[in-house]
């Protein structure tokens, strides 16, 4: 993943954030989804070092390694596991295999890791990615959301969307363009706890405005259908 510690440089960036929410499964049969946000914001002036995200993998308990399909892999391990990197749209997927033993930390790469690079210079990179655990060796298609206010991605029937800017303040209406169809269940992150907010869809965008009967839980969250 993205780090912001003096080992990883932390001087060359403004920001640097980790958010996760994690969709439980409604039934015992249900699959396990977490969706991962990644923020980092280049410091003006700074020459940035790492800025690929990646996901160590225990490859000693894999049958083989994870099969890659454009932004998204899928290998078998307790469960069937599914990761799609869903922002940036540019990005490419990669796989390096485990070198080394543990003892030469942090020289060799002792674990294996899916690695996702994206393919941009700008200063503000953003990363959304989705890890699903099921039974059932069934992929559900997760599509990036891309928006002036709002990242986030549409997995299965559910929409989940987090602040684009680090720290951001909600005090007007946002919108997520983004296609509907399908969709069940919003999950808006990045509020104020407490708050109140409505929730509408129209055509291919959906849009929170303050003020409603929808309140932010105590992670600044907001759940509603549509």
Known sequence: GVYSSGRYHSHNYDAVERHVLWLKPSTQEGDDRVVVYDLIDNRSGATPSERSWQMHIDTAHLASEPSIVGS??????????????????????????????????P???YTGRLRADAQSSDAALRYVSVLRASDAPTSVVAAGVESAD???????????????EAKATVSAAQTADVS?????????????????????ASGGSVTLTPGGNLS??????????I
Request: proline share 4%.
């Open 150 to 164: 709002v990242v986030g991605v549409v997995s299965g029937s559910d929409l989940v969307l987090f602040q684009r």
């Open 107 to 109: 020289a060799d790469v």
């Open 216 to 225: 932010a839980d105590a992670a600044g969250v907001v759940v509603g259908s």
């Open 180 to 200: 509907t169809s399908g969709v069940t269940t919003v999950w808006w992150t990045g509020l104020t706890p407490g708050a109140d907010y409505s929730l509408g």
């Open 72 to 105: 998204g892999a899928s290998y078998q391990a307790e469960s069937n596991v599914q990761v799609d990197v869903v922002v940036p749209a540019d990005l490419t997927l990669s796989f390096d295999s485990p070198q080394g033993t543990h003892s030469n930390n």
